[in-house]
């Protein structure tokens, strides 16, 4: 039942909140992460790429605690595991590496046992491993992802995204860890704001779903996080208001940052003006930051068949940003 060959598996990075959908909406990315796992004599851990400088390869290494986690509830034991991992997904940006990497562990280690969780459940504990279900969701079914968790299970929808829809993302050098995101969110919101968030996040949902690129730029509107959140991203506000003046149908902060995200139809041909004004506006803050333009990814989490002579690093050198 124990594959010893391995499973490697592709899993899209992804965006959470669109704006006002926080904690709820979420979306993949065509950025990627690999992961290959392996039943092994002793546990190894090979990461490659800039990505993983100071992630641990011992056996608190993430990737092998989520692999535990499944084989600990299918009941099977595979105490020992060679794990490799790739990642064009930058760390603590706002582009869900973390969630990519749970739903890969997930993935992979359930496939290497013959699959007896089913998605549903893989999708339950890779939430509560994140606490929310927007960016597993995302890496997991890709597309578009609305979804609900109870603190035990979540239930989603997916939306297949328009095919006009294109992404921008503006990356900061800076890291900003999502707990500390969060702590600059209140306790308490107030009915208008709370009204305000759940009729744009409703509107964006239906907009994406009918194909309507004209009603992003009144649906991708939020006061639940974002306003709160701009201070840790100067030029942050300046981008959200503006972005639409050059190009954009809307722009979010991606996740809880810092990276900020401008959706664009591709019909459009303002995208060097775009990227233009959201270099400038960030620069004149102190702040650098790399542009990569990038599609909504509609696969998710995927199984790669793995061709015995290839090592894992040659066998994805041809698909990698890098
Ligand atoms: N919905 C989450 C947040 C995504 O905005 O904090 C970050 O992982």
Redesign the pocket.
């Given at each position: 039942m124990i594959s010893k060959t391995g499973v490697r598996v592709k899993v899209p990075a992804s965006t959470?909140?669109l704006g006002p959908g926080?904690?709820t909406l979420g979306m993949a990315l065509s950025l990627y992460a690999w992961i290959e796992i392996k039943p092994a004599e002793s546990t190894v851990i090979h990461l490659y790429g800039d990505q993983m400088k100071g992630i641990p390869v011992d056996k608190s290494n993430l990737i092998y605690e989520v692999a535990q986690s499944v084989f600990r509830e299918a009941g099977v034991s595979v105490p020992e595991l060679e794990i490799s991992m790739y990642s064009d997904i930058p760390l603590t940006r706002?582009l869900?590496s973390s969630a990519s990497a749970i739903v890969g562990a997930l993935v992979a280690a359930n496939e290497l046992i013959g699959s007896p969780l089913d998605q549903s459940k893989l999708f339950d504990m890779a939430t509560a491993l994140?606490n929310?279900p927007?960016?597993v969701g995302a890496s997991l079914f890709g597309g578009i992802i609305t979804a609900v968790w109870d603190g035990a299970h979540a239930q989603y929808l997916r939306i297949e995204p328009p095919a006009d829809l294109q992404v921008l993302v503006a990356i900061p050098q800076f890291h900003l860890a999502?707990s500390k995101?969060?702590k600059v969110l209140p306790e308490q919101v107030s009915l208008s704001d709370a009204v305000f968030n759940v009729s744009r996040t409703s509107l964006f949902t239906a907009a994406m779903a009918a194909g309507r690129l004209d009603l992003i730029r009144a649906a991708m509107q939020d006061r639940l996080?974002q306003p709160y959140r701009a201070p840790l991203v100067p030029g942050m506000s300046r981008i959200l208001e503006e972005a639409v003046k050059h190009g954009a149908l809307g722009a979010a902060l991606s996740?809880?940052g810092p990276t900020l995200l401008a959706l664009t139809d591709r019909r459009d041909n303002r995208g060097a003006e775009l990227e233009r004004f959201l270099i400038d506006v960030l620069n004149e803050h102190g702040i650098t930051a790399q542009t990569i333009w990038l599609e909504p990814c509609t696969q998710g989490a995927a199984v790669l068949t793995i061709e015995k002579s290839e090592r894992f690093i040659d066998s994805i050198k041809g698909e990698v940003r890098a």
């Amino acid at each position: 039942m124990i594959s010893k060959t391995g499973v490697r598996v592709k899993v899209p990075a992804s965006t959470a909140n669109l704006g006002p959908g926080f904690d709820t909406l979420g979306m993949a990315l065509s950025l990627y992460a690999w992961i290959e796992i392996k039943p092994a004599e002793s546990t190894v851990i090979h990461l490659y790429g800039d990505q993983m400088k100071g992630i641990p390869v011992d056996k608190s290494n993430l990737i092998y605690e989520v692999a535990q986690s499944v084989f600990r509830e299918a009941g099977v034991s595979v105490p020992e595991l060679e794990i490799s991992m790739y990642s064009d997904i930058p760390l603590t940006r706002g582009l869900g590496s973390s969630a990519s990497a749970i739903v890969g562990a997930l993935v992979a280690a359930n496939e290497l046992i013959g699959s007896p969780l089913d998605q549903s459940k893989l999708f339950d504990m890779a939430t509560a491993l994140e606490n929310h279900p927007d960016n597993v969701g995302a890496s997991l079914f890709g597309g578009i992802i609305t979804a609900v968790w109870d603190g035990a299970h979540a239930q989603y929808l997916r939306i297949e995204p328009p095919a006009d829809l294109q992404v921008l993302v503006a990356i900061p050098q800076f890291h900003l860890a999502t707990s500390k995101a969060r702590k600059v969110l209140p306790e308490q919101v107030s009915l208008s704001d709370a009204v305000f968030n759940v009729s744009r996040t409703s509107l964006f949902t239906a907009a994406m779903a009918a194909g309507r690129l004209d009603l992003i730029r009144a649906a991708m509107q939020d006061r639940l996080h974002q306003p709160y959140r701009a201070p840790l991203v100067p030029g942050m506000s300046r981008i959200l208001e503006e972005a639409v003046k050059h190009g954009a149908l809307g722009a979010a902060l991606s996740g809880a940052g810092p990276t900020l995200l401008a959706l664009t139809d591709r019909r459009d041909n303002r995208g060097a003006e775009l990227e233009r004004f959201l270099i400038d506006v960030l620069n004149e803050h102190g702040i650098t930051a790399q542009t990569i333009w990038l599609e909504p990814c509609t696969q998710g989490a995927a199984v790669l068949t793995i061709e015995k002579s290839e090592r894992f690093i040659d066998s994805i050198k041809g698909e990698v940003r890098a």
